[in-house]
């Protein structure tokens, strides 16, 4: 068993897809959790996503002490999407979701996912890249998409699983990893931790 502290169902669901069975270890209400995501200065894709999700972690494994909960790994995880160094973020509304859609339109963009795991004080970390073209968006498609509400709280504006899938010309890399948990890259952790057999 793991602790997951995520409130994403993806992320659920793809543990579940692995076979692992997870418990959620979610902030208190009065926990300031969006705050970690804060970009700082003009740090680069790979380095923001990486320490918000070590950030996360820190936090969880805090959370999982200040409850007295039995031990077990804890995975965190964190995706952003990128476009040359400028980071997209969840959307604050219904307007920054349509720029940044419309931003992405017709381009190549990336989708950055980091994952890790703490047991103790045995900590590992792994980056999984990918990318993703969208096809010209008309300012009515991306609107009526929007309007859907499926782009708010997602990184990028938008959910690779969902209608968004319709937009996207070309994905290298992992699939799962765009969804917000890349398989192979986590089976690899989980086996370090004696999680899934190797």
């Known amino acids: 068993m793991i602790y997951l502290a995520s409130q994403s169902p993806r992320r659920r669901q ?3 897809q692995l076979g692992v069975a997870h418990e959620l270890l979610l902030p208190e209400p ?3 959790a969006e705050s970690i995501e804060a970009v700082v200065g003009r740090e680069a894709p790979a380095t923001y996503v990486q320490r918000v999700t070590g950030l996360k972690l820190d936090a969880a494994v805090a959370r999982l002490k200040a409850r007295g909960l039995p031990d077990a790994p804890v995975l965190c995880s964190d995706t952003t999407v ?15 979701a349509v720029r940044m859609l419309r931003e992405l339109s017709g381009r190549t963009h990336r989708v950055l996912t980091a994952v890790a795991v703490q047991r ?3 900590r590992r970390l792994v980056l999984s890249t990918s990318q993703v073209t969208f096809a010209p968006l008309s300012l009515r498609e991306v609107r009526a998409y929007v309007a859907t509400g499926e782009p708010m709280g997602k990184a990028g504006a938008y ?7 319709a937009f996207i010309t070309r994905l290298a890399g ?8 890349p398989m192979h890259e986590t089976a690899q952790l989980l086996k370090a931790f004696g999680i899934l057999p190797r």
Do not use: H, N, T, W
């Not at 990128?82 to 920054?96: C, S, T, V, W």
């Not at 959910?159 to 899938?165: E, N, T, W």
């Not at 992992?174 to 948990?181: A, T, W």
């Open 14 to 16: 793809l543990l579940e």
């Open 30 to 32: 009065g926990e300031d």
């Open 82 to 96: 990128a476009l040359g160094r400028a980071i997209y973020g969840k959307p604050g509304d219904a307007d920054d």
């Open 120 to 122: 103790g004080r045995k």
């Open 159 to 165: 959910a690779v699983q969902g209608r968004a899938a």
């Open 174 to 181: 992992s699939y799962s990893g765009i969804m917000g948990l």
